[in-house]
């Protein structure tokens, strides 16, 4: 038989199999009781995803209340700006299957502390400390962990303050305890942190290269390091001609009409 008159067989063989996938598919995969599966199984996910998104409103007000607060008393703002994120799915069911966590909702609030992540940028290391620690002394804020790696900087040259917390939030029956990792850093360590992430992740290079990047990049962090603290010293020593030469803020009156 020549080729010629396979082809038909062969075609007609590939429609009986496709049509049997697309059956199989519609009456398994797309049935009413797998959908209800999924879904079933899926809200419960959602629904906690959206009690850390939650949490994530409830940290980032209390941030934007003390940076007003503490713009009157400085007479700058020492937060430069907050952002925000809840881990992917994906990247949260990676990190289960490395820990070797259940596949339970409560395994996973229990063991993952960074789920919600707020990150706080701040002017100078000293408002860093300031902030986290008005913001630790807040009643209804418990603290979980703490990593200085500022004080301690990473083998990298990484250098933030991490703080997990639990934070309430009020629902419309209950109140939940959620948690959220806090990172602080300067506009210098996070511009370092921000580079050196898409260095790091982005190439595959020979082992004595990345070496020698990974020292460039540590000799980038001592001198942003020392950029910080210099601009700390240019900073405190303003405010300390301030203190020592005060502006006249008595009130000088409204002027007469006419005058």
């Given at each position: 038989m020549s080729q010629?008159?396979?082809?038909?067989?062969?075609?007609?063989?590939?429609?009986?199999?496709?049509?049997?996938?697309?059956?199989?598919?519609?009456?398994?995969?797309?049935?009413?009781?797998f959908l209800d599966f999924v879904e079933q199984n899926t809200k419960p996910i959602d629904q906690l995803f959206a009690y850390y998104r939650c949490a994530i409103m409830e940290v980032e007000t209390k941030f934007n209340v003390l940076d007003e607060s503490l713009s009157v008393e400085l007479d700058r703002n020492p937060i430069e700006n907050i952002t925000s994120r809840v881990k992917s799915v994906d990247s949260l069911l990676?990190?289960?299957?490395?820990k070797n966590i259940p596949l339970t909702l409560s395994a996973i609030e229990e063991n993952i502390n960074d789920i919600a992540g707020v990150r706080v940028i701040c002017s100078f290391p000293d408002d860093i400390y300031e902030i986290a620690n008005a913001f630790l002394s807040q009643d209804?804020?418990?603290?979980?962990?703490?990593?200085?790696?500022?004080?301690?900087?990473?083998?990298?040259?990484?250098?933030?303050?991490?703080?997990i917390v639990e934070v309430p939030i009020f629902l419309k029956n209950e109140k939940r305890n959620m948690k959220v990792e806090v990172q602080f850093r300067t506009i210098a360590m996070d511009f370092w942190a921000?580079?050196?992430?898409?260095?790091?992740?982005?190439?595959?290079?020979?082992?004595?290269?990345?070496?020698?990047?990974?020292?460039?990049?540590?000799e980038c962090a001592e001198q942003i390091e020392l950029l910080d603290l210099r601009m700390q010293a240019v900073k405190n020593?303003?405010?300390?001609?301030?203190e020592e030469n005060p502006k006249d803020t008595s009130?000088?009156?409204?002027?007469?009409?006419?005058e």
């Open positions: 010629e008159e396979n082809t038909p067989l062969s075609e007609a063989l590939e429609n009986t199999l496709s049509t049997v996938q697309e059956d199989f598919v519609r009456e398994s995969i797309m049935s009413d009781s990676r990190k289960m299957k490395r209804d804020i418990t603290l979980i962990a703490r990593k200085d790696y500022i004080k301690e900087p990473k083998l990298s040259g990484y250098r933030s303050l991490h703080l921000s580079l050196e992430h898409k260095l790091h992740y982005k190439h595959d290079l020979p082992p004595e290269r990345a070496k020698a990047l990974a020292d460039e990049l540590r020593e303003i405010v300390t001609y301030n009130f000088p009156g409204f002027p007469l009409i006419g």
